[in-house]
């Protein structure tokens, strides 16, 4: 009886060890996932939300009473963007992450300086100042691309997203500019059908993937507001200077957000 035990009890146990290599991969991926929103950190983030918006919101009406210029709001942000940018290129481990937070430096400089330009008595519409507004677009889509790429891993549909990608990219300049092309300035409508389709493949590369959601979410949606809110000013019909000032404050506000979640990430693994 004792042997017969024994048998069933390695038996049982050889039984009940073996598990299929998917499930034992998966579990443990999970098991060495890092606990992100910590109390401490949600509170830290709801504090900076809050605080933003409501920031944001008294800037905004302060502003449409004339009390100081757009620019000197927008330059504000900057600052700890940039801040966060080369902390998050400092303490990272990745070197895709370290990439995009120094394209995102570059992205905040060059935004400094376009609401530079808009702080002074230059025209922002002015040729230059569409050339910085063209190349925040550009760096902003490099920044992505480098960002979701770090703690993704490659399957079937990124790596078909990422041949496809290029290729539509190129077809729909290609054809926007066969339409542009009784136009005498081709140097000039070349750079803006290329800055906004860079805008479409920033959020495209965020919310088009699901190996962003299921292993980065709040990157992907906070990073991702952030053309999101930009095509709204855009495309969105009747929309008020207000709110314009508003939704771009709010746009700058999710990218500090998504850098301090990308931080406490590196903290935490």
Same mark, same amino acid.
């Given at each position: 009886?004792?042997?017969?035990?024994?048998?069933?009890?390695?038996?049982?146990?050889?039984?009940?060890?073996?598990?299929?290599?998917?499930?034992?991969?998966?579990?443990?991926?999970?098991?060495?996932?890092?606990?992100?929103?910590?109390?401490?950190?949600?509170?830290?983030?709801?504090?900076?939300?809050? /605080?933003? !918006? +409501?920031? %944001?919101? *008294?800037?905004?009406?302060? @502003?449409?009473?004339?009390?100081?210029?757009?620019?000197? #709001? $927008?330059?504000?942000?900057?600052?700890?963007?940039?801040?966060?940018?080369?902390?998050?290129?400092?303490?990272?481990?990745?070197?895709?992450?370290?990439?995009?937070?120094?394209?995102?430096?570059?992205?905040?400089?060059?935004?400094?300086?376009?609401?530079?330009?808009?702080?002074?008595?230059?025209?922002?519409?002015?040729?230059?100042?569409?050339?910085?507004?063209?190349?925040?677009?550009?760096?902003?889509?490099?920044?992505? /691309?480098? !960002? +979701?790429? %770090?703690? *993704?891993?490659?399957?079937? @549909?990124?790596?078909?997203?990422?041949?496809?990608?290029? #290729? $539509?990219?190129?077809?729909?300049?290609?054809?926007?500019?066969?339409?542009?092309?009784?136009?005498?300035?081709?140097?000039?409508?070349?750079?803006?059908?290329?800055?906004?389709?860079?805008?479409?493949?920033?959020?495209?590369?965020?919310?088009?993937?699901?190996?962003?959601?299921?292993?980065?979410?709040?990157?992907?949606?906070?990073?991702?507001?952030?053309?999101?809110?930009?095509?709204?000013?855009?495309?969105?019909?009747? /929309?008020?200077?207000?709110?314009?000032?508003?939704?771009?404050?709010?746009?700058?506000?999710?990218?500090?957000?998504?850098i301090l979640r990308l931080l406490q990430y590196e903290r935490r693994r």
């Open positions: 009886m004792a042997e017969s035990a024994s048998r069933y009890d390695m038996t049982s146990g050889n039984q009940s060890s073996h598990t299929p290599a998917s499930d034992y991969s998966e579990q443990l991926a999970v098991n060495q996932a890092p606990v992100i929103w910590t109390p401490r950190f949600i509170i830290i983030f709801a504090i900076v939300l809050v /605080i933003g !918006l +409501s920031v %944001a919101a *008294t800037l905004t009406q302060g @502003w449409s009473n004339a009390y100081y210029s757009v620019g000197k #709001i $927008l330059l504000i942000y900057t600052l700890p963007i940039l801040l966060g940018w080369g902390v998050l290129a400092k303490q990272t481990r990745s070197s895709w992450t370290r990439l995009g937070a120094l394209v995102g430096c570059l992205w905040t400089v060059l935004a400094g300086i376009y609401f530079w330009y808009n702080r002074t008595t230059i025209d922002p519409t002015s040729p230059l100042a569409l050339t910085l507004y063209d190349a925040l677009r550009c760096a902003l889509l490099v920044c992505y /691309i480098c !960002l +979701s790429l %770090a703690y *993704t891993s490659a399957n079937r @549909w990124d790596t078909w997203f990422f041949r496809i990608a290029p #290729i $539509l990219f190129c077809a729909i300049v290609a054809v926007q500019m066969v339409h542009k092309l009784h136009s005498g300035h081709v140097i000039g409508d070349l750079e803006q059908v290329l800055s906004s389709k860079a805008l479409y493949f920033s959020l495209f590369i965020w919310w088009l993937r699901p190996a962003c959601w299921k292993r980065q979410p709040g990157p992907a949606l906070l990073f991702g507001l952030v053309p999101f809110l930009q095509l709204t000013m855009i495309l969105a019909p009747n /929309i008020t200077e207000i709110m314009k000032v508003f939704l771009t404050q709010a746009s700058l506000l999710c990218m500090l957000l998504g």
